[in-house]
């Protein structure tokens, strides 16, 4: 699902929070199997894992047509006969979606008749009891009770996550449940856990663009970060913050930049206005008014482009023209 994200200058972003998730899980399926479901872990023959071709679910009384997010094959530890994990990321609050997930398992069932493993990831933003099976009963029979695994990251203490050395573990400190007063200290103590981690530089990128996509410090929040970061005497921490982009430092080099760039120039006209005049008051005592009018404007060029000034600029300046700019070059 999709939704419109305000950011700087109030201009809408879509996240598209389920590709964020099969990308970061994709890339790192065993690290999160590891953190979050350790048992599984144990047992799984991650080199026997591989990724499925996308499969896409379809809902016949809804007409609803969706990709699964993550469906892997492998094999468990010393077992010959495959099985299929399906991990299914929810970013929205959907009434039946313990009857989706048994929807998605029917299908994957029908089609490769393997055992499977269902894995649901809540990641919105409220703290609900997601139901994590689907039954079908009648007072006098029951026919089948379907369970999921489920990972509600709300509920998650972020603080237990901190010594885990895990990339997973640590893009998703911004989905897990700190309060907004801790927000600083949630992206400190992910930029530390990032930097500890030896990664190359795609999937560098891929933890710190989830995170920042999550966590969204604003000017005031940064500069307590940093000084936060620069008070705990962590050298390695500090220099490897400083080599990570910063949108809102980014933000306003640029606009001083920019800034600095109008400025300079209205002053460069305005000083230049001043020497013309000045040298004009004193060259036209000692010639002709036409005759004067040249030599001030001639040098007032010179004094302008010794200062720096570009020729296009002394040009629109003084009416020079370029061959006669190009002659005071060769004068001097």
Sequence with gaps: MSVIMKVHEDTPTYIDHDQLFKQLIGTFFDEFIEVF???????????????????????????????????????????????IIHVESQSYEQKNFHERMYHYFSILYNRYRKPIIPIAVF??????????????????????????????????????????????????LSKMGYKNSEKVQVKKEFLRMLAKLELDAAKMELIYGF??????????????????????????????????????RDKGLREGLEKGLAEGREKGLAEGREIGKEIGKEIGKEFGREEGVKIAKKDMAKKMLSKGMQPESVMEITGLTKEELEKLGDES
Excluded at 153 to 172: G, M, T, Y
């Design 37 to 83: 479901f350790p048992s599984i872990h144990q047992q799984l023959d991650f080199s026997s894992l591989k990724p499925l071709s996308d499969e896409i679910f379809t809902d016949l009384i809804h007409g609803e047509r969706r990709r699964a997010d993550i469906v892997m094959e492998g094999r468990l530890k010393d077992q010959d006969t495959l099985i």
């Design 123 to 172: 990641s919105y933003d409220k703290v609900r009891d997601e139901q994590d099976y689907f039954e079908l009963t009648f007072p006098f029979l029951h026919v089948l009770t379907f369970h999921f695994l489920k990972i509600e990251l709300k509920k998650q203490d972020w603080r237990s996550f901190l010594r885990s050395n895990n990339p997973v573990a640590a893009a998703l």
């Design 211 to 248: 995170f920042e996509t999550y966590v969204k410090l604003n000017h005031i929040e940064e500069e307590k970060l940093m000084e936060s970061i620069q008070n705990s005497n962590d050298e390695s921490l500090e220099e490897f913050v400083k080599k990570l982009p910063n949108s809102w």
